[in-house]
């Protein structure tokens, strides 16, 4: 087999990365290790920007979003009782829309089977070869046989655990990264949501989330430690933990009900640069991680595969490698960016292990700050509801 781009791994960046360059023209395999449902059932993201409810549109895969996607105008912050909105149609214009990765993951699925997208699911023991010099393939073995795709570039999706930024060489890729000393237990109860918009909670026992999926589906989150189970939560333990970390005032909307998922996660930041070895670069996951709290992690994946696939189609359209260049800089410019924001804001709503009361003083003086300032409030919209990206 022969095309244009392998690309490994079927999530976000894989699939959006596919549906562009088959809009551009340019020929792309996608090579997936699990199922299509697997990949479907998967419960992430829950928060668009609107860079990438515009890309759906542009794609043609915004038809559902449009019509079931929640948009949001604002968000709710509620610390020491009290509560207060941050407002981005005032403040910047703009909105997110809460619809979980697994919606999008299903329109970029039919859409790909309808526009014969080729993807190749159970594709075991994938592994890039060949990519520091003209003649790059990808091999992996389906149905007990070994199979070999020849190709021009490949990228890697296929996230933080992944084999394309495993196979480059050690010594090539600097590494920055940050673990957190504490992970965020969540569940999804089919119960109305707490509110209209996410309430983002910081309290002297933690950090609490109140978010949703639809209007009859509520996702919500508590900090907890990483050595804990979410078998050591019951339903009523963690309601009651939920609703005094929210406080009375924005606990009073909140519904309980039988939790259905229950999962705990732990948070990280991550960044390996340059997002590119040879004719082998890297898009999402596999070349960054943010933690949860600001809701960037599928944002980020579909500005990386905007601007490859930008740089793929002048490359295979006009044989210019300008684009290629100057890829990962122009990406990592807004991941640090969506770093940084992430870093602050997990910093600002939770409690770190360790943390004393002078710590827990400045974090509150900080929120009352942002409460009562328009440009603090403003900073903040501009970042949640996404960066622009840097031009060429």
Known sequence: MRTQVAIIGAGPAGLFLAHLLSQAGVAAVVLEQKTRAYVESRVRAGVLESITVA?????????????????????????????????????????????????????????????????????????????????????????????????????GCDGFHGVSRAAIPAGALRLYERVYPFGWLGILADVPPASNELIYCSDARGFALASMRSATRSRYYIQCGLDEQPEAWPDDRFWDELCVRMGERAAAGVVRGPAFEKTIAPLRSFVAEPMRHGRLFLAGDAAHIVPPTGAKGLNLAVCDVIVLAEALAEHFTQGSEAGLSAYSERALARVWAAERFSWWFTRLTHRFPGGDDFERKLCLAELDHLRGSRSAQTVFAENYVGLPIKAP
């Not at 890309?55 to 559902?64: F, P, T, W, Y």
Request: glycine content about 10%; charged content about 25%.
């Open 55 to 155: 890309l759906m549109g542009c794609l043609g895969v915004d038809e559902r979003v449009r019509r079931e996607g929640l948009v949001h105008t604002g968000v709710n912050i509620a610390h020491q009782g009290d509560l207060f909105r941050v407002d981005f149609a005032a403040l910047t214009g703009g909105a997110i829309t809460v619809y979980g990765q697994q919606e999008v993951m299903k329109d970029l699925f039919d859409a790909a089977e309808a526009r014969e997208v080729p993807i190749v699911f159970e594709a075991e023991q994938v592994q890039p070869h060949g990519f520091e010099g003209p003649a790059p393939h990808v091999t992996w073995r389906k149905d007990g046989r070994e199979h070999r795709l020849d190709c021009d570039v490949i990228v």
